[in-house]
């Protein structure tokens, strides 16, 4: 019996010795056809010519299958005879091939016969060897035309041809009806695309725009490498003669309303070129397709524009809209945007997220995004339903075609030049330069598809950032320029420093909101005081018109009290903006400070007086209520642990030197987070973190202590009039005239202790005797306010109690 393996091997032997002659007779004979290409001509011919005869016996039934054969291949009628004169000539062509692969002598005599013909034409292009293929290819066709014809007539093939165009203009209405039936159902198709594929862009022309350079305000670090872009898209002769290539595509990402859209719409303005603006949503559709549609159409018209005005300029705004062919813009650029539980809890009770400085807040909002993070879907789901959410739009095909397009072929232009051209043999003329300026804007860069941002798409990429003081300085001085004022140069200088992270937007609103101010009043000059008004009204936002009864009104005071005085104490690079118990959706009253300057590195004794000034509402409350708190101090302490956890185990503040940033897990995690159920202050890091807390918790204490007279007189300004500014939180801790409170009565014995008495009555009210009255005391001197006094206080019946 024979091993079956060994007979395989057999066979593989086999095939390569036999594979070796091939190889080594390649040069000696023919190459040998496979047996179906040796015979699917013959096939062919041979089906045809029964399907001929089965044809002449279905118009005469009378005769049989051998009478139609040989009617078919009488010499007067039939072309069973052209038929069989083609099968002829295809068996002598194998047989001639069949030669060449056997016999050596034939294929080297049958090579130098018809060789002379291949090497003569391939002395000619390649291009006219095409076009003569092309003509006999078409020759083949009116001949294979032409035989259809004679056997549907019953006449000669030539006759039959000159025949054709008469009997189709006789069927012509039919098959005219029978077109419009087709397009008539077609057209509505057409019809509805087109419609959807409309909309979402409009043009503006040369004199449409009149925003200039001199009209973009604190960005000029921006603004000159914008410039410079224009300058290549003017003359663009100047890079491409040293063999560069003017930058076609740029991107400028920041914050909202720092005047990205306004930049573009400067550059237009400036070069005088066609200014193309792409709504974020012209993409996004319900069905497959339009947005590709769109996408087409939109860059056919910007080569129109950029041919027919030198240039063009198109806009897209918003354009982490387009997506990402990843998924959707969910992921980590889009749940940037989004608050989850985990974001909101840094909004807890009074906002205690407010008055950390700028470092801290960053910090602490990448932790709060990382605690809740969205369950992911599962493989099978996102198979099922690709792009969900805006970045689908990258699933439904339209951000591959606008990749296409940004960097893609660019075809001939015109139906002529394409179709005509190329049908008479010539060849099209090559596309022009288009010169299209893509400017793109998002405030979500990491939302957008690598391959959008590649060098030849997006060639530069600048950062649109909040103004500098200057900048803002400069751009108070234009909007103030435009309405009347009699706002100093001072003031100016003062107000652009209270305002560290004003964009052109808001700094636009809050001078429109000053001027609203002043023809409320009846006037139309806009002063400081309407200014102050204007930003306070901002900053704290519409009241919900809730009302606190009265000791809890008294507690809240007291809790924002303790923070402010704590951070006017120890918060030296920072001063209090604003400070209000006017409850919020998500908070009962806060404590906004800016900082002084800007200042890029933050330092240990700068963290701890954050911590301090967190830990002040429950060291506070403790203080105030004899051991009582309250639970609005749960956002305040969540803060203070996470930055104190950071200081222990990652910015070396503590007493070690190693960093939990070497062992923490992915995705820029905390060292709260550590990967298992345990709690964290349980562990060694923890310890040392809670030991750090106490610390400056006791510190906070003996702060407050020292400071108490100042935190019950900014407590009681804050229940009279709800929200007062940072000037006037000194005023009363120094008994000065501020801009809304008189601090001078507040440094007077005999109020103070009228204020002590107040409190303690809050106390009582709250632990024991709560239909006790609290009306809040009213200083002797009248206070000089701008604001509108404050609304009498509804003392509280022992029913309503």
């Given at each position: ?43 062919a ?9 089965w ?177 290549f ?58 947005g ?36 959707g ?36 909002y ?38 296409t ?34 400017i ?39 909007y ?40 409320r ?18 900053s ?15 507690a ?128 060694a ?58 601090g ?31 009306p809040v ?25």
């Open positions: 019996m024979i091993d079956p393996a060994r007979k395989i091997d057999g066979r593989r032997s086999g095939g390569r010795a036999r594979a070796r002659r091939e190889a080594s007779l390649a040069g000696l004979t023919r190459r040998p056809m496979a047996p179906w290409d040796r015979l699917k001509f013959v096939i011919l041979v089906l045809l010519w029964f399907i001929v005869v044809y002449e016996m279905s118009t005469n039934p009378t005769l049989g299958f051998m009478d139609a054969a040989r009617l078919q291949l009488q010499l007067r009628s039939g072309i069973g005879r052209w038929l069989v004169l083609l099968l002829a000539l295809e068996v002598t062509r194998q047989l001639h091939f069949l030669l060449a692969e056997r016999a050596r002598p034939y294929y080297r005599a049958s090579s130098a016969f018809f060789g002379t013909g291949d090497r003569m034409a391939h002395h000619t292009s390649d291009y006219t060897r095409y076009r003569m293929s092309r003509a006999v290819k078409w020759l083949i066709v009116v001949a294979i035309l032409a035989l259809i014809l004679g056997v549907a007539f019953g006449t000669s093939p030539v006759q039959g041809l000159f025949e054709g165009p008469g009997k189709l203009a006789k069927i012509l209405p039919l098959v005219l009806y029978i077109m419009a039936i087709m397009l008539l159902g077609v057209s509505q198709f057409v019809a509805i695309f087109w419609f959807l594929s409309r909309g979402g862009v409009d043009v503006y022309y040369p004199g449409d725009v009149t925003t200039r350079f001199a009209d973009v305000w604190g960005q000029d670090h921006v603004l000159e490498k914008v410039k410079e872009n224009m300058l898209l003017e003359d663009p002769e100047s890079i491409e003669v040293h063999g560069g290539y003017v930058p076609g595509g740029i991107l400028l990402w920041g914050p909202p309303g720092t005047g990205k859209t306004l930049m573009a719409e400067a550059v237009a303005g400036e070069t005088g070129k066609p200014y193309v603006f792409v709504d974020p949503g012209a993409f996004i559709n319900m069905f497959f397709g339009v590709v549609l769109k996408v087409k159409g939109l860059f056919r018209r910007l080569r129109k524009l950029a041919v027919r005005y030198g240039g063009v300029i198109v806009f897209f705004d918003e354009a982490d809209s387009l997506g990402n062919r990843g998924g813009v969910g992921g980590q650029g889009g749940q940037a945007g989004a608050r989850g539980p985990g974001a909101a809890g840094l909004l807890d009770a009074c906002h205690g997220f407010s008055y950390l400085s700028h470092d801290t807040q960053s910090a602490l990448a932790r709060a995004l990382q605690a809740d993070p969205a369950p992911p879907k599962s493989g099978r789901f996102r198979q099922m339903v690709p792009g969900v959410g805006m970045g689908g739009m990258g699933g439904m095909g339209t951000l591959q075609a606008l990749l397009e940004l960097s893609g072929l660019k075809k001939p232009r015109g139906f002529l030049n394409r179709v005509v051209r190329r049908t008479l043999g010539m060849k099209p003329k090559p596309p022009p330069k288009y010169r299209i300026l893509v793109m804007a998002t405030n979500m860069p990491s939302a957008l598809d690598e391959a959008l941002l590649r060098p030849g798409r997006i060639d530069r990429m600048y950062r649109v950032g909040y103004p500098s003081k200057e900048g803002r300085k400069r751009t108070y001085e234009g103030f320029s435009r309405v009347r004022n009699d706002i100093t140069p001072d003031e100016i200088d003062h107000l652009a420093t209270i305002t560290p992270y004003a964009t052109g937007a808001t700094i636009k609103d809050l001078v429109n909101e000053s001027l609203i101010a002043t023809l009043d009846g006037r139309d000059t806009i002063t400081w005081s309407d200014v102050t008004r204007a930003k306070l009204a901002k704290v936002g519409p009241s919900e018109g809730v009302e606190y009864i009265e000791r809890e009104r008294h809240v005071a007291l809790h924002e009290a303790c923070h402010a005085v704590v951070s006017h104490m120890v918060q030296k690079r920072n001063v209090i903006d604003t400070a209000t118990i006017q409850k919020g959706a998500d908070y009962l009253g806060f404590v906004k400070p800016i900082p002084i300057e800007e200042q890029f590195t933050s330092w240990r004794s700068e963290y701890e007086s954050d911590i301090m000034v967190s830990l002040a509402s429950l060291v506070g409350e403790r203080m105030f209520f004899n051991g009582d708190s309250s639970s609005g101090v749960s956002g305040d302490l969540r803060n203070a642990t996470t930055v104190a956890l950071a200081m222990e185990g990652l910015w070396g503040m503590g007493g070690q030197y190693g960093s939990f940033a070497a062992t923490r897990a992915p995705h820029d995690a905390h060292p709260v987070a550590d990967g298992n159920d345990r709690n964290v202050l349980e562990t890091l923890g310890k040392r973190a809670e030991s750090h807390l106490a610390t400056l918790a006791e510190r906070t204490g003996t702060l407050l202590t020292e400071n108490r007279a100042n935190v019950l007189a900014v407590a009681h300004a804050l229940e009279l009039h709800k929200t007062i500014s940072g000037q006037d939180v000194v005023a009363i801790i120094n008994g000065e005239q501020g801009p809304v409170v008189d001078r009565p507040y440094r007077k014995p005999g109020f103070a202790a009228e204020l002590e008495a107040y409190h303690e009555r809050a106390v009582t009210a709250h632990s024991g005797d709560r239909s006790l009255p609290l005391p009213v200083p002797a001197q009248p206070e000089l306010s701008v604001l509108p006094a404050a609304p009498t206080e509804h003392h509280a019946d022992p029913a309503e109690s």
